[in-house]
């Protein structure tokens, strides 16, 4: 058992003893059938992730080719020369540091091919190429690479409506028209839903306890809680991309998993199993 709390850290286990009325043994089993459970989560969110940037971003775009008051450019030229004007100080510097990258890997890449270049042509006793040719071959950097690099968060943040946090609220608004075809009933309803999926993202990839909640005392309310807000993520997903859910669904063996993972019973029956190899092995 100490092997197991020196590899999970007891600061992390601190929510679980509380879980665990404070039983060391059973806190451990319930962090790890947990944990395999909240991995469910990943594929879920990055779907809800990549549908969300894509339509707003499809906004954008649609935006600068039909409205006249729009700037006459493409989207990579709006992110890279227009778009800070319209963001908050958050934004200013996430759009900045996507753009940063985005150069960076772009330089990185066409370094390496120029010097690959370079070498391939020693080797064969050929005249050194010209870099302007060689970096004729190499793609430079487009609005997907900048879409790629921008955090969920930056996206989410796109609707809020405190005009504190987002000053720009009223401009993004006017673009951000009829999103999702209007499957959520409000932007702020569709804010509030990403937001929370935000929130969850995040602890979720800082290994935190998201099955927490109010009223959540036992192992079992736990299972509970996680299952409601897997449902709940689904249902966003079927918003944000009906024909997304209906593919992911079928891939996922969605159902069968959800009966596997989610089941009272075998949720107790697995704690039971893991109980008993703790106490056999000492580890």
Same mark, same amino acid.
């Given at each position: ?7 999970? *850290? ?11 009325k404070g ?20 594929? @879920? ?54 753009? *940063?990258? %985005? ?10 091919? @120029? ?30 690479? @900048? ?8 996206? %989410? ?39 929370? %999926? ?35 993520? #689904? $249902? ?12 992911? $669904?079928?891939?996922?063996? #969605? ?13 107790t029956s697995?704690?039971? $199993?893991?109980? *008993?190899?703790? $106490?056999?092995?000492r580890i």
């Amino acid at each position: 058992m100490i092997n197991n709390i020196q590899c999970i *850290s007891e600061s992390r286990l601190s929510p679980y003893m509380l879980l665990c009325k404070g039983d060391k043994l059973e806190a451990i089993c319930v962090y790890t059938a947990l944990q395999h459970r909240s991995a469910l989560y990943f594929t @879920i969110i990055q779907e809800i992730e990549i549908a969300f940037r894509n339509e707003l971003s499809s906004k954008i775009e649609i935006w600068l080719k039909n409205s006249l008051s729009s700037p006459t450019t493409d989207l990579y030229d709006f992110f890279k020369n227009h778009m800070l004007m319209y963001l908050s100080k958050e934004g200013q510097k996430q759009l900045q540091k996507a753009l *940063s990258d %985005v150069q960076l890997n772009y330089s990185n890449k066409l370094q390496k091919t @120029i010097t690959k270049a370079r070498q391939k042509a020693l080797k064969k006793g050929l005249p050194e190429p010209i870099a302007q040719d060689i970096s004729n071959k190499v793609n430079p950097p487009n609005h997907n690479d @900048i879409i790629s690099h921008l955090t969920f968060g930056f996206w %989410v943040y796109l609707l809020e409506q405190d005009k504190q946090k987002n000053p720009n609220y009223q401009f993004w608004a006017n673009i951000f028209e009829d999103l999702f075809e209007g499957r959520f009933s409000t932007n702020l309803n569709l804010f509030t839903r990403m937001k929370d %999926v935000l929130r969850f993202r995040n602890n979720l990839y800082h290994q935190e306890a998201v099955w927490k909640g109010a009223n959540i005392n036992t192992p079992l309310k736990a299972l509970q809680n996680l299952e409601t807000k897997f449902n709940n993520f #689904l $249902e966003h997903l079927n918003k944000l991309s009906p024909y997304r859910f209906a593919l992911v $669904e079928k891939s996922y063996h #969605l159902n069968k998993m959800k009966s596997q993972l989610f089941d009272h019973q075998a949720f107790t029956s697995e704690l039971a $199993e893991l109980k *008993s190899l703790l $106490e056999i092995n000492r580890i």
